[in-house]
């Protein structure tokens, strides 16, 4: 699984959690639009720690920044990555 893929699964879950099965876009807000909160918000925070090594201690934590699955793979480094979706 690709890494763009890797962050759509892992969005997925957490509406999934929320009961929200309404399909996202990669340019859909998802924090500012209320469809995940500022919880969820630490948890891909992590989870970008995590998998992708991106450090928030060097960047900073900006909910607008992680708001579309476009803007976090911006911030992982992953934009110019195969992001297709199949």
Same mark, same amino acid.
């Given at each position: 699984?690709? #890494?763009a893929d890797q962050i759509r699964n892992f969005i997925q879950?957490?509406?999934n959690r929320r009961r929200d099965k309404? #399909?996202?876009a990669d340019d859909s807000s998802l924090l500012l639009s209320g469809r995940l909160s500022s919880v969820e918000a630490?948890?891909?925070g992590v989870f970008?720690?995590?998998k992708f090594g991106v450090d928030f &201690?060097?960047?900073g934590f900006?909910? &607008?920044k992680i708001d579309t699955v476009d803007q976090i793979l911006a911030l992982a480094g992953l934009a110019n990555?195969?992001?297709s979706r199949n």
């Open positions: 699984m690709n #890494p879950g957490l509406l309404k #399909p996202f630490v948890e891909i970008l720690e995590e &201690a060097d960047i900006d909910q &607008a990555t195969d992001v």
